[in-house]
């Protein structure tokens, strides 16, 4: 009795300091040490309380939120501080705050040897700055690039294999009906006012930029994955302003789990839209899921969003455009572009720059 109202104390504490802290936004994955915490959270209108498919999303979606202008922290257990590693980089690249309440699993007398590699690694997990171990990290470059050797030759392979008869009858009907990418993410931002933008990595961001550069951008330069995510949080952070992520088929594929997150959430005025071209244009033009039969606007649709398309030509982007700023329920669409590398036009790669620039537009204080 002692013990349980002792862990259930520590948890209120934690959200009452959270919320007199102006924390506006708790994610977490569930872990039983965070219970009482997070039933607060949920019961408490004030909150935005959202619950991740998998850590690594509320990485994302603090940055997002921070963007936004609102504060909030992440609950979740030691071994999905592993699932969080490379997201970190918008952290450490883009200086976005983030505060993580783990509860430490894999310390003494744990009964799960599972959860003894994170729990001891964790300290050096949460620093992708990686200042330690640079021995190590030399030698597992040694070994990354013979893999990556490796691996071309089976994809080369594989591609041989997988080019025959109906895949390759399938790949010449979409590039038929496919549009250009430039001219559609052109269209797509068309008279944009204050419309918010993220952009996912690579050809994304390039399309962005090709367009124009604008206060109200902002583009990663990795984290896979993560851009939805983003998107989420600055929809939230921002109720007044639409909020549209521009990203690519692979990306988006590689966060799908944020899919089902944001349905749940259902952000009026979020509006997600791929860039469709079936492959991993950036690393070489190899195909990914979608030209292989996985639609991603079914997968949205599945998870319930209220609006959905693929879209195939220009006059859908035209519509996809006024339902944007209509901010009436969270929208997907797919839109089935060329596979082809236009010239790239690079974003500025300075992303604290990019995100005061972004807080400054929004008449937020920048730190
Ligand atoms: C975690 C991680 N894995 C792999 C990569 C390498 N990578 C960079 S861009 C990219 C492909 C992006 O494909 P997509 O989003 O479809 O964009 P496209 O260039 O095809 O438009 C990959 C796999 C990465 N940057 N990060």
Same mark, same amino acid.
């Given at each position: 009795?002692?013990?349980?109202?002792?862990?259930?104390?520590?948890? !209120?504490?934690?959200?009452?300091?959270?919320?007199?802290?102006?924390?506006?936004?708790?994610?977490?994955?569930?872990?039983?040490?965070?219970?009482?915490?997070?039933?607060?959270? !949920?019961?408490?209108?004030?909150?935005?309380?959202? /619950?991740?498919?998998?850590?690594?999303?509320?990485?994302?979606?603090?940055?997002?939120?921070?963007?936004? $202008?609102?504060?909030?922290?992440?609950?979740?257990?030691?071994?999905?501080?592993?699932?969080?590693?490379?997201?970190?980089?918008?952290?450490?690249?883009?200086?976005?705050?983030?505060?993580?309440?783990?509860?430490?699993?894999?310390?003494?007398?744990?009964?799960?040897?599972?959860?003894?590699?994170?729990?001891?690694?964790?300290?050096?997990?949460?620093?992708?700055?990686?200042?330690?171990?640079?021995?190590?990290?030399?030698?597992?470059?040694?070994?990354?690039?013979?893999?990556?050797?490796?691996?071309?030759?089976?994809?080369?392979?594989?591609?041989?294999?997988?080019?025959?008869?109906?895949?390759?009858?399938?790949?010449?009907?979409?590039?038929?009906?496919?549009?250009?990418?430039?001219?559609?993410?052109?269209?797509?931002?068309?008279?944009?006012?204050?419309?918010?933008?993220?952009?996912?990595?690579?050809?994304?961001?390039?399309? /962005?930029?090709? /367009?124009?550069?604008?206060?109200?951008?902002?583009?990663?330069?990795?984290?896979?994955?993560?851009?939805?995510?983003?998107?989420?949080?600055?929809?939230?952070?921002?109720?007044?302003?639409?909020?549209?992520?521009?990203?690519?088929?692979?990306?988006?594929?590689?966060?799908?789990?944020?899919?089902?997150?944001?349905?749940?959430?259902?952000?009026?005025?979020?509006?997600?839209?791929?860039?469709?071209?079936?492959?991993?244009?950036?690393?070489?033009?190899?195909?990914?899921?979608?030209?292989?039969?996985?639609?991603?606007?079914?997968?949205?649709?599945?998870? $319930?969003?209220?609006?959905?398309?693929?879209?195939?030509?220009?006059?859908?982007?035209?519509?996809?455009?006024?339902?944007?700023?209509?901010?009436?329920?969270?929208?997907?669409?797919?839109?089935?572009?060329?596979?082809?590398?236009?010239?790239?036009?690079?974003?500025?790669?300075?992303?604290?720059?990019?995100?005061?620039?972004?807080?400054?537009?929004?008449?937020?204080?920048?730190?």
């Amino acid at each position: 009795m002692q013990t349980a109202e002792a862990g259930a104390g520590w948890q !209120e504490d934690i959200f009452r300091i959270l919320k007199a802290q102006g924390a506006k936004h708790i994610v977490y994955v569930p872990d039983a040490g965070h219970s009482t915490a997070i039933a607060m959270a !949920e019961a408490d209108s004030e909150i935005h309380s959202v /619950v991740l498919t998998t850590e690594e999303e509320g990485v994302g979606y603090l940055a997002g939120a921070w963007l936004g $202008g609102e504060r909030g922290a992440m609950q979740l257990q030691s071994s999905g501080v592993g699932n969080c590693l490379n997201t970190l980089s918008l952290q450490v690249c883009g200086r976005f705050p983030l505060l993580m309440v783990v509860t430490m699993r894999g310390d003494w007398a744990e009964f799960n040897p599972w959860q003894n590699p994170m729990g001891a690694g964790d300290g050096k997990s949460a620093r992708p700055d990686g200042r330690d171990d640079m021995a190590g990290r030399r030698a597992r470059g040694r070994r990354s690039l013979t893999q990556r050797r490796g691996d071309h030759g089976v994809q080369r392979r594989f591609r041989l294999r997988t080019d025959s008869g109906t895949a390759l009858d399938r790949r010449k009907a979409m590039v038929r009906s496919a549009l250009d990418r430039r001219e559609a993410v052109s269209r797509l931002l068309t008279g944009r006012q204050d419309l918010l933008v993220v952009t996912g990595l690579g050809s994304a961001s390039y399309d /962005v930029m090709a /367009v124009g550069d604008h206060d109200n951008n902002y583009y990663l330069w990795g984290a896979m994955g993560s851009a939805a995510m983003v998107g989420l949080g600055l929809a939230r952070a921002r109720p007044n302003h639409s909020v549209l992520v521009i990203t690519g088929d692979g990306e988006m594929l590689m966060g799908l789990g944020a899919l089902a997150t944001i349905a749940l959430q259902e952000p009026a005025n979020l509006t997600i839209a791929v860039l469709d071209n079936g492959h991993f244009g950036e690393t070489g033009m190899q195909r990914s899921h979608t030209s292989q039969g996985i639609d991603l606007d079914r997968v949205a649709a599945t998870c $319930g969003f209220g609006w959905t398309r693929e879209i195939r030509d220009i006059e859908g982007v035209d519509e996809l455009r006024t339902r944007i700023v209509t901010r009436e329920g969270v929208k997907f669409a797919t839109i089935k572009i060329k596979a082809d590398n236009p010239l790239r036009v690079l974003p500025p790669r300075d992303s604290v720059a990019i995100k005061n620039r972004f807080s400054a537009s929004l008449g937020l204080a920048t730190i």
